[in-house]
């Protein structure tokens, strides 16, 4: 059984190991083996999530079994929108999908910031298990965005109201 609590500085070495398998399980057929390498030391290395755990405002939490992490989220209020939460990190490890642990991790979060009345978050428009993870769990699609340069051909927004 995995229990979600704020994760810390000696977590960062199982939620790197964590993010590294996940991000090539769900990202190796959407993206090039280079985009993929440069999305996990973009998030998942040592020094990226030194400075996530460091980013003021922020919840970073971890699923934790005792002996193991299952899956990690992080989210921060949007310096761009009032009383928005935004989700920037869900990640549950393959093994350890469809156990609860993402749900968990996803309640924890709405909990978290008692300002916010909107919870927001970006997903790749082919990543179907997350979209569909999230919308099961109260999240409507609200935009859909087209970056240019981006390797994500196209980003589908996802909101859900808080506190209603």
Do not use: W
């Amino acid at each position: 059984m995995f229990f979600v609590r704020t994760g810390g500085e000696r977590d960062l070495a199982q939620v790197s190991k964590l993010l590294t398998e996940t991000l090539h399980a769900t990202y190796n057929a959407l993206y090039s083996a280079d985009e993929v390498e440069a999305m996990v030391t973009a998030i998942a290395s040592p020094a990226a999530l030194k400075a996530t755990l460091r980013e003021k405002g922020g919840e970073f939490l971890v699923a934790d079994d005792g002996r193991k992490i299952g899956g990690m989220a992080f989210a921060r209020m949007s310096d761009r929108l009032a009383k928005t939460a935004v989700i920037r990190q869900l990640y549950v490890h393959p093994s350890h999908q469809r156990q609860g642990v993402g749900r968990d991790l996803f309640a924890e979060i709405e909990t978290c910031f008692p300002d916010a009345e909107i919870l927001r978050l970006e997903v790749d428009a082919r990543n179907a298990g997350a979209i569909a993870f999230f919308q099961a769990h109260g999240m409507r699609e609200i935009d859909r965005i087209e970056v240019a340069g981006d390797p994500a051909p196209l980003t589908v927004v996802l909101e859900k109201p808080l506190g209603l």
